[in-house]
Every structure is written in structure tokens, then in C-alpha cells.
């Protein structure tokens, strides 16, 4: 080597290194050459940082006049601005999954987003959609890793105007492929007042319904991804199951998570299962509220042991399970106002259409003592 040659990094410990880094300077590092431009687009290097930058997620929330923003470090905000533009009418964060996120628009359009990149891809309606009002629709996001693909479900059905309730068609939409799929409708009945999107965990997208159209007995109804049909997962043998069907199901930290708050005004459970499918791996523990709170919300979990609620409809606050403690969230140095939200990891997985090949889903580890 001669006097002053810069010695360069072997190939592989160069990608190494650049499979650490946050996401949001990999997309910077694109720009420095054609190379690098190649390589940090290749889907397999994705993959490396996907798993590799296995770290906290960040929050993803819709502001009071319907804009979109994230929070990291629960304390900087960032309001996303697409292109083309996209104008701010958000209405609903249905679930995120490698970095991709589905947001749908008060008049009920899908978009799936990656909020580090900014790229977005509009979700077109399937050629067999009901009329949007004069139904009511559920969704739910996920992937499905036989098959590679990130798979959008859509459960909808015409709004009963009478005791019949009717069919809930089941329409699945591959994202590798770009097409909509009608399935056979769904053997349980999901005719119910809070239209919640599905919560994606192992492998499946899991909705609350009952057994069936003259049957109040709850159930939690889990859509497997890969071989496309519903199968039923135990709920927690103490709830009542006639009740818990009006609760509702979320995903925390790769778990599935039930909350019930039928209880009464004073607090609510929340119930993680800790080992899929297996009964007894329901673990229990209670948000207790403030007698000031009239209003709450869970919005999402923001860590091991806090939640983000929605308190009257004017505020945040993040609530401490261990300790039982509550403080307001205090974003760019003010309170944080926001009404919808979620959580997510950055990543580089694009939205384009058979671009996500090669990425796993990985799910985060969480414990808690039994109560």
C-alpha cells in the first residue's frame, strides 16, 4: 500500500456495519454512489437489517385535524408528508409489520406507508367490495411466510337492519401480486358495534366474534395467513364468554394481547398470552384510572412495562404498569395531542409490489410476573 492510500473494508464486513445503522441514513447512503445504491436496495441486505436493527419502536399517530405523525424517543414528532401529496384525512392506523404500516382515510381508502422511507402505494378496492356505506368494514395486516407476501384482509358485510345478521365476506389482497381474492365468508358472526382491525400475530390476523348467527358464546377467531382460513385460539378461561366478545384484541410487543374493560370505572384488565395458542399462558395485569378520567383509550404499548392511553379526548398519557404511576406525554416540549395511533420499526421494506422479497417477520420478547 502506498504512502497515503486509504485501505478499504472487505465487502462483507462493509455490509455489516451498514446493516447497524438506523435506517434513515442507509436511505441517505443510497445517494453516494451506484453502487452503494444497489447494494443497500438489495432485498437480501434489507433482510440483514431488518433483523439486525431488531430495536424499541417507535409510535405512528393521527393528530386532532387528521394529519400523520411519528414520535421516537417519546419526545420528537414528525409529521409525514408524502408525494405525490397526499391530504391529511386519516382516520385509522390498522397495524404495522416490518416497517410497513396500513393507514386508511376518512373515506375509507387504504394506503400501506413506510414512514422511514416515505414511500406509499395506494390499496385499490376489491372488484367485489360492498358499497362503503351501506356496510361496515374490518381490516387487518400481516405476512404470510410460506408464500413471502404481505396479505391485506378485509372482513365487510351489508349493515342488518333487522335480527338476521348477514354473511361477513372475507376478501384477501396480496401485495406481491397486486390482486383481491374472495374467500368463503367467515364462519363466525363479527356484527358488532366496534369495528376494530385484526391484530397480526403468529402468522395470523385475529378478530373477537361469536360462534355463530344465533350464538352469543364470544370467541377469538385467528385468519391464518398461509393456508387462508379461520381457526379458533382460547381465550382466558375466567371471562365471561357471553361479554368479552365487546372488548377488544391488540398486538404488544409479539404477543397477543386482549383488553377488557367491561369491568367498570375504576380500572381495566389486560390480558397478554404469553405462549401462543396454549391457555393457561394468559397472564393478567390491571390499568388502574384516575378518578379524573372519564375517558380512556388504550392507544398501544410503548415499551415493557407502559401504555399510551387516551384520556378524554384531549390528551395522552403514558401509564407506568409496574408502578401504577401516570404522566402526560410531552412531545416537542408540549402536551401531545393525538386521537389514533400505533407503533412501529423502522426499516427499509419497500411498498412496491414484489419488492418485499426476503423479509421475515420478527416478533419482540416481553415478560411480566403473573399477578
Not at 375509507?108 to 414512514?115: A, G, I, R, T
Not at 367490495?129 to 361496515?136: E, W, Y
Not at 414484489?354 to 420478527?362: N, Y
Amino acid at each position: 500500500m502506498s504512502e497515503g492510500e486509504i485501505p478499504s473494508l472487505p465487502q462483507e464486513i462493509m455490509e455489516d456495519i451498514l446493516s447497524r445503522l438506523p435506517a434513515k441514513y442507509i436511505a441517505q447512503f443510497r445517494c453516494v454512489s451506484n453502487p452503494w445504491r444497489t447494494l443497500l436496495s438489495d432485498p437480501q441486505f434489507i433482510n440483514t437489517h431488518l433483523i439486525n436493527r431488531h430495536t424499541k419502536e417507535n409510535l405512528i399517530l393521527i393528530s386532532p385535524n387528521q394529519s400523520l405523525y411519528t414520535i421516537t424517543n417519546l419526545a420528537v414528532s414528525r409529521k409525514l408528508s408524502f408525494q405525490p401529496e397526499l391530504s391529511d384525512t386519516w382516520t385509522e392506523v390498522v397495524g404495522s409489520c416490518n416497517g410497513l404500516v396500513l393507514l386508511v382515510n376518512e373515506e375509507e381508502d387504504k394506503f400501506l406507508v413506510n414512514p422511514t422511507t416515505l414511500k406509499q402505494v395506494k390499496i385499490r378496492d376489491s372488484p367485489l367490495a360492498l358499497n362503503k356505506r351501506k356496510s361496515s368494514w374490518m381490516h387487518g395486516f400481516g405476512y404470510d411466510v410460506s408464500s413471502d407476501d404481505y396479505k391485506i384482509v378485509t372482513l365487510s358485510y351489508y349493515d342488518p337492519e333487522d335480527v338476521n345478521q348477514p354473511d361477513t365476506f372475507v376478501d384477501v389482497y396480496s401485495v406481491k401480486r397486486g390482486v383481491w381474492r374472495r374467500l368463503e365468508p367467515s364462519p363466525y358472526s363479527h356484527t358488532f358495534p366496534d369495528l376494530s382491525p385484526g391484530a397480526f400475530v403468529n402468522g395470523s390476523i385475529h378478530w373477537l366474534a361469536t360462534t355463530s348467527k344465533s350464538s352469543y358464546t364470544s370467541v377469538i377467531a385467528a385468519f391464518d395467513l398461509v393456508d387462508e382460513k379461520f381457526k379458533e385460539i382460547p381465550a382466558p378461561g375466567c371471562l365471561d364468554e357471553t361479554v368479552f366478545v365487546f372488548n377488544k384484541l391488540v398486538t404488544f410487543g409479539g404477543r397477543l394481547c386482549l383488553i377488557d374493560d367491561t369491568q367498570d370505572n375504576v380500572r381495566f384488565d389486560v390480558w397478554i398470552m404469553e405462549e401462543y395458542g396454549v391457555k393457561n399462558s394468559w397472564v393478567k395485569f390491571s390499568v388502574v384510572l384516575n378518578s379524573d378520567w372519564e375517558r380512556v383509550k388504550l392507544l398501544c404499548f410503548i415499551g415493557d412495562d407502559e401504555v399510551l392511553l387516551y384520556i378524554d379526548e384531549e390528551r395522552l398519557v403514558v401509564y407506568n404498569l409496574k408502578g401504577g404511576t401516570s404522566r402526560d406525554l410531552i412531545v416537542d416540549g408540549v402536551p401531545a395531542l393525538f386521537i389514533e395511533g400505533g407503533a412501529y420499526m423502522e426499516s427499509l421494506v419497500s411498498t412496491g409490489f414484489g419488492d418485499c422479497i426476503g423479509v421475515q417477520h420478527f416478533g419482540w420478547k416481553w415478560r411480566m410476573m403473573k399477578m
